[in-house]
Structure formats: structure tokens, C-alpha cells
């Protein structure tokens, strides 16, 4: 946060342990899913910082390769038809609604080596840079940044990978 306040950023922190969110999608929130502003109703506070953003920044462990089931749950609650993406009519695509967000980067740590993630396909990864960039600017730009082997990391491997976060995020 300090970094990109410092290169200018205005930035709002979404700590959704800290708050509380839950992600759980519940029975009546998954009736409503494409029902157009009943589907806004139990995170329309979350939606707003999304389309006021013009960009994303993911901070979370890897976990199984994939997204924590916090983060996971986030995504499909708050990533709503209608607002998020427009549902297509029989045959045509899904349209993007956030064409605001212009760049997206993900900060992670993984357990597994650089090579045993890319063997498995890092479905975490592709959920955000190909998923939900998916629905943002057609240029958006991403930025992935893993610190691998963090189970056997060391304190000067973590310190060399937060100097490059700061560095490419200062860039952006």
C-alpha cells in the first residue's frame, strides 16, 4: 500500500478476513444470482469499490495451486451479472462491465516450486489474469508476482521478493 500511495495511487484496502466477509454463497443469494439488483443487495459495498477502482490488486496465499476459498467465494459473490459482466443473449458471448480497470496484478506465495506450479496449470493464477481480466479493459495489463517455496523460503528470499514487489508495483 505504501509503495503505490507513493507513486501517486489512491487506495482502498479490502481486508476481507479483518471485516468478516463471508463467502459463502447462501441458497436465497444464489436464486437472486441473475436477478439484476437483487443480485447487488448483499454486496452492493464491495461492488462500489470495485467500479471505482481502475485497478486490482490481489494479495493472497496459494493454496492448492488455487485461490484461497475466501477470495474464491469473493469472486463469485461480488462478480455479478449485470454489473460485473453483461449475460449474453442465446448464442452471443458474455460482454465485459468493467472496461474501467485497466490493470490487474496478484501478489502471491506458493508451497510448490515455479516448475511443479506451471506442471499443475496454476488455476489461480488463470482465474484472475484470464477470468476476471476477462471482463475488464480489452489492454488491461497484469502483473504476477509468486514467491515459490515459500514453506522452505528464507528470510532473505522473502526480503529480495518484497523489494520486487515494490519495484514492479511502483511501475505501474
Request: proline share 5%; net charge positive; charged share 25%.
Amino acid at each position: 500500500m505504501a509503495t503505490l500511495t507513493g507513486a501517486g495511487h489512491e487506495v482502498r484496502l479490502l481486508d476481507l478476513y479483518a471485516e468478516g466477509f463471508d463467502p459463502v454463497m447462501w441458497a436465497d443469494e444464489r436464486r437472486d444470482y441473475h436477478t439484476q439488483g437483487d443480485n447487488t443487495r448483499p454486496i452492493a459495498d464491495h461492488l462500489a469499490h470495485i467500479k471505482w477502482a481502475d485497478m486490482l490488486v490481489f494479495v493472497y496465499p496459494t493454496w492448492w495451486f488455487g485461490l484461497p476459498a475466501m477470495l474464491k467465494g469473493w469472486l463469485d459473490r461480488v462478480w455479478v451479472p449485470h454489473e460485473t459482466f453483461i449475460l449474453p443473449a442465446e448464442d452471443g458471448r458474455i460482454e465485459p462491465a468493467m472496461t474501467h480497470i485497466k490493470k490487474i496484478a496478484c501478489i502471491t506465495t506458493c508451497g510448490a516450486s515455479w516448475w511443479v506450479s506451471k506442471l499443475v496449470g496454476e488455476p489461480g493464477r488463470r482465474t484472475i489474469l484470464r477470468g476476471i481480466k476477462a471482463l475488464c479493459d480489452p489492454k488491461c495489463r497484469t502483473l504476477y508476482l509468486a514467491h515459490y517455496k515459500m514453506d522452505t523460503s528464507t528470510a532473505k528470499s522473502r526480503a529480495t521478493y518484497l523489494r520486487a514487489v515494490e519495484t514492479k508495483l511502483a511501475r505501474l
